[in-house]
């Protein structure tokens, strides 16, 4: 294992197989030559995905990988080792017309730079990682978004005013005092003299009348 060096070129290697998916982050070290990893994800799939086809399955890997590793691959240029030859083409063709699940996914994946290489499946070191993934199903990164816009929807939006913080804040304004003056004493002659003109006082001037 070794730390993250955004100087050095990213790999970023996936495979999906029936039971889960998984991902490997590596480094090329400029000094050795070699690849040294990063970071190793993997997780199970769940009763749905299980039914989806092999090169669904394949495109979903990649997804989540990039999602769930996006701290490190965000900002910045690398390369996508698969063993699925159609999700080769298919992302390495802006021409290309997939399935609408795997389009949908190919959309969530825009605003990372990376190319695409084929590997074969006998070189491709994730391939144990798949099919002994870890037992969670769940997307850290959905679950990450909706706690995300939770805590927006709770601290985001204004809390209501109380009672008491309305009354305070009407005793320092001079337009309001006058206003709880006209109508504490009924005297709608005064209404012309409140400061606000336009249709502010248009429904207080029936009473004027």
């Not at 590793?69 to 017309?97: A, H, M, V």
């Not at 144990?128 to 939006?157: D, I, W």
């Not at 204004?158 to 804040?169: F, G, L, R, V, Y």
């Not at 309001?176 to 709608?188: G, Y």
């Amino acid at each position: 294992m070794a730390y993250f060096d955004q100087t050095k070129p990213t790999e970023l290697i996936t495979d999906a197989s029936p039971w889960g998916l998984s991902a490997m982050l590596a480094q090329n070290s400029t000094q050795h030559d070699d690849r040294r990893i990063v970071a190793y994800v993997s997780r199970s799939l769940s009763e749905v995905e299980r039914k989806y086809s092999q090169t669904e399955r394949e495109a979903l890997a990649i997804v989540w990988a990039m999602e769930r590793l996006q701290i490190y691959l965000r900002g910045g240029k690398f390369t996508l080792y698969t063993d699925c030859k159609p999700i080769e083409l298919i992302l390495g063709n802006p021409k290309s017309k997939p399935p609408a699940r795997i389009e949908r996914w190919n959309l969530r994946i825009q605003d990372f730079d990376f190319d695409i290489m084929y590997t074969k499946g006998s070189d491709n070191p994730s391939d144990f990682l798949s099919r002994h993934p870890c037992q969670e199903t769940g997307n850290k990164h959905e679950m990450s978004a909706e706690q995300y816009v939770n805590f927006l929807t709770m601290h985001a939006v204004p809390k209501a005013m109380t009672i008491q913080e309305i009354q305070e804040a009407t005793k320092h304004d001079k337009t309001l005092q006058l206003l709880t003056e006209i109508i504490r004493k009924q005297a709608w002659g005064s209404i012309k003299d409140l400061p606000t003109t336009g249709e502010d006082v248009s429904e207080l001037n029936l009473f004027a009348k």
